[in-house]
Structure formats: C-alpha cells, structure tokens
C-alpha cells in the first residue's frame, strides 16, 4: 500500500507544477500577442519608403524613369503629392476593420475553443501580412490592394485581444492585478519594438521583406499556440482560482477554506481577472449582453477615455517614424530604430501606473494624472524634442510613458476590474465581453487617429500635435466623475481610520 504524502510535501510538489503552468499559460500569451503588435509596425516604418525625397537619391543606372521624373524613388500610387491622405486611408482600412470587428470579436471569444480561435487568427493575421509585403515582390501599384489587404487583417487582428485575456483570466487569481497587468502588458510595446527593427532591417532595400518576414513568425507563432496553449487548468489536472463564491460574493483568500483548495488559491501573486474557470459539471452562468455589459458602473466612461488615449497612442504608433524623417531628417531606419524609444516608455509607463495605482487602489485618478501630465510634454516634444538626439530620446520615452501608461492600464486591470464588478453577482463570463467593448471603443479613437493625421499633417506638424493634445484633455475630462468617487472613497477611508486610531486610543 502506497504512503500517503505528508501535507507539506503534497503543497510543495502541487504549487510548483501549478506554478509551472501558470508561468507558461503568462509567457505563451504574452509571445502571443507580442506578435499581433510586431505584424501592424512595419507599416509605420515603410511609409518614409513609399514617399521620400528622391533629388537626395542616386538614380540606379538601369532605371527607366525619364531623366526629368523626380517621382523615380517612390512606390506608385503613393508617389503623388496626395501621398500622406492614401497613407492614411491605408492606415484607416485596417483601424476601422479592427474597431468593428472588436465588437464582435469578444463574444465569439466567450463561445468558441479559444485555442483554435486564436490559432486561427494568428495564421491568417500572419498570411494577410505577409500578402501586403508580397505586393511589392508582385509589382501591385493599385490602392485598392493594399486597402483590402489591410481590412482583412484588421478583422482577423481582432482574435488576439480578448482571448488571451479570457486564457490568462482562466488560469490566474487574485494579486496585484495593477503591476503584473502592467509587465505583461508590455508585450504592446515589446511588439511594437520588434516589429520596428525588423521592418528596419529590409526598409531601404526590399521593404516587402518588412512585413513578410513579421507575417512568417506570426503564422509560426499561431502553430505553437495551437500545440501549445492549454486553455483551462483543469485540463492538466491543476487547480482553478476561484473567483466568487456561489452568491457572488469574493472569497476570502486568507480563509482556512481557500488555502485547503490548493496553492492556487493562496495569496496568489498573479493577475486578477474575471473568468471563472472550474469545468466541473455545474450550471454555468450565461454570457452576458453587450447591453447588460455597459450597465456595469465604468464601462462608458473608460470605454470613451480609451477612445481618445488610443487616439493618441495609435497616431504615434503608425506617423511617429514619418514625423522624425522629415522633422529630424533622420533615414528611414534610423527614423524607425529612434521611434521605438517611445515604446520603451511605454513599457515604463504600463508598470508604473500598474504599480501606482495598485497602492492608492485609484485607476481613473492614475489614469487622469497621467493624461494632465502628457499635454504639455508632448507640446513640449513638438518644440524642442529634435534639437538634439539627447533631447529627443529623453522626451520620446516620457512622452511613450505618459501616453501609453494609461491605455495599458484601461485595457488590462482596469478591464478586469469591471469584468469582476459586484454587479455581476458572480458572473465572470463578462469579461470578454467588457475587454472587447473598452477596446472596441478605444479603437475608434485608433482609426481616427492615424486618419486625422494624414488630412491634417499637410497644414503642419504643429497642427498635428494640437489635435493629440486636445483629445489627451478630451480623455482626461472623461474620467472626472470617476476621480471624484475616488477622491470620496479615500476620504471616507481615512475618516474610518482616523475614528479607528481615535477609539483605540480613548477607549472607554
């Protein structure tokens, strides 16, 4: 007869496999969409590719432009003086797609095997890349190409965001949710980052290869995550985090009851998130309405201020490349390389204002503190940001922080905030739904955005950057209502405290 385990030994030997898994489960979907975000980059650094300066180029001895065509450079039809509107309407097609498809996106995310769901949308994110960087090796120089190239791929892009969300609420429990949404968040700007090296790599010689080569590892990645993701624990015979009790009320993590359930319901240091996870046999709640979702106390007024945060972010994300080659005069790889500096702030602002917000249990005043910080220094950027390399990284990677911090904080805790509202009386199942809603909307801002920039930037940069301050200040506005119950939270806590120190030192 086999001797039973002491407990000790049983706890050790069941928190490090769990651990285990639940470390692949972050890393897997952090890779995940590190991914998406690298395949929608290259775009922003090929545009100075497609439209440049041509007097500054030596023409090839096997050219055959006439001698008088000073267009001989550029890539047809973004070879006119209309350049920077097609650019734009490039832009638009795949923001537009993406915002729709968002809407959507999050309940066939509710009711479909995320494995195959994301696997799916990676291989064909990764093909409809790879076709766009095809047509310069296809010699295509029609716009309608490009434009339903990149409408495709914004629809599929939209399989990414609230699944891997709904996976890492599948496997994760409570925490500080704030910092660890805030480093695994990163993967945006990690992406980003890559996406624009790679893209530089091939930029001034075959810039197909720019996106062909980010679609290959996309596609790749998809075939991993369909061997690879596990989507429950409990299909691994590892223990589930629960969320809310029956009645819908949270459990207590520190009760005697959580900590005989096993190491993952133990303090766990892990993100919080919003899906219940146990597949035993028992009634399962059902999915909840859009409606029903943007009655949770919130959703409206982050969904909106994520409308004009993302407006911001993406107008950096796909014309900041193109700003430095004609401001700073930089090429159009070293324009990419230095661009990317703003999403190393990005990764500093996610954490920073995860980590903030998690102390002061504030998100919308971390939030509009942050947004009232980004106005001036962005005006600030405009101004003085390319008088030297010095002035230019040191303001790209605050501006990238201030600018980013509060949309990684939205997207992320934030939505599992409101995924797990009180509201829901236990009914986790919103959580896709509520993600894909606040980044739905905050995509509309995204498409508007970049399309904003193409019609204005022919009047001015300056015009440009008045635009991104006056929606930072729309974004901030937004959030006010909700500063304000914070602010009357906080008082009302220190009110109770201060009565509690008052009896504890008078007592009767």
């Not at 062909?212 to 998809?222: E, H, K, L, R």
Request: a neutral charge; hydrophobic letters at 45%; aromatic letters at 12%.
């Amino acid at each position: 007869m086999r001797s039973s385990l002491a407990p000790g030994v049983w706890f050790l030997r069941t928190f490090s496999r769990d651990s285990w898994f639940r470390g692949f489960i972050l890393v897997l979907t952090f890779f995940i969409y590190t991914c998406y975000h690298m395949s929608r980059k290259p775009i922003s650094v090929v545009k100075s590719r497609l439209h440049q300066n041509c007097s500054e180029l030596i023409k090839p001895i096997n050219d055959s432009h006439s001698l008088n065509d000073t267009t001989w450079c550029n890539w047809a039809p973004f070879d006119k003086n209309n350049y920077k509107e097609l650019l734009g309407a490039v832009d638009n097609a795949f923001l537009v797609a993406y915002a729709i498809g968002m809407f959507i996106s999050g309940i066939f995310g509710e009711r479909l095997p995320l494995r195959y769901y994301l696997s799916a949308g990676m291989l064909l994110s990764g093909l409809f890349t790879s076709l766009f960087g095809l047509g310069y090796f296809w010699n295509i120089h029609v716009l309608w190409y490009f434009v339903l190239i990149q409408i495709c791929n914004g629809l599929v892009q939209t399989t990414g965001w609230p699944s891997v969300v709904t996976c890492v609420g599948n496997w994760f429990g409570k925490g500080k949710r704030g910092l660890i949404m805030g480093i695994w968040n990163s993967h945006t700007s990690v992406g980003n980052i890559l996406g624009s090296l790679i893209a530089g790599v091939w930029v001034n010689e075959h810039w197909g290869l720019s996106f062909v080569v980010p679609g290959i590892i996309t596609a790749a990645m998809g075939i991993l995550t369909f061997l690879f993701l596990i989507e429950y624990p409990e299909d691994v015979d590892c223990a589930a985090p629960q969320h809310h009790t029956s009645n819908g009320l949270e459990e207590n993590p520190d009760s005697p009851e959580d900590l005989g359930n096993g190491p993952c319901t133990n303090k766990e240091s892990s993100l919080e998130s919003a899906a219940r996870c146990s597949k035993e046999p028992r009634a399962q709640p059902a999915a909840i309405s859009f409606l029903g979702a943007l009655r949770i106390p919130g959703v409206v007024e982050f969904s909106l201020c994520l409308l004009f945060a993302k407006l911001v972010s993406y107008t950096f994300l796909y014309w900041l490349p193109l700003y430095i080659f004609n401001v700073a005069h930089f090429s159009a790889k070293q324009a990419g390389d230095l661009s990317t500096l703003f999403d190393v702030g990005g990764i500093m602002g996610g954490i920073m204002a995860g980590l903030i917000s998690d102390h002061t249990n504030g998100r919308a005043t971390t939030c509009c503190v942050m947004l009232i910080l980004a106005a001036p220094m962005m005006f600030l950027y405009n101004n003085i940001g390319q008088n030297g390399i010095t002035n230019s990284i040191v303001m790209l990677i605050i501006c990238g922080a201030l600018v980013n911090g509060p949309y990684a904080l939205i997207t992320t805790a934030v939505s599992a905030d409101l995924g797990t509202h009180e509201s829901l009386k236990g009914n986790a199942k919103a959580l896709s739904t509520v993600t894909a809603i606040i980044d739905g909307t905050g995509s509309i801002g995204a498409a508007l955005g970049p399309l904003l920039a193409g019609l204005i930037s022919p009047t001015g940069w300056n015009n440009v950057f008045y635009m991104l301050i006056s929606a930072d200040v729309l974004a901030c506005l937004l959030l006010c209502r909700l500063v304000y119950k914070e602010i009357l939270a906080w008082k009302s806590s220190l009110s109770r405290d201060r009565g509690s120190s008052l009896a504890l030192t008078h007592p009767r």
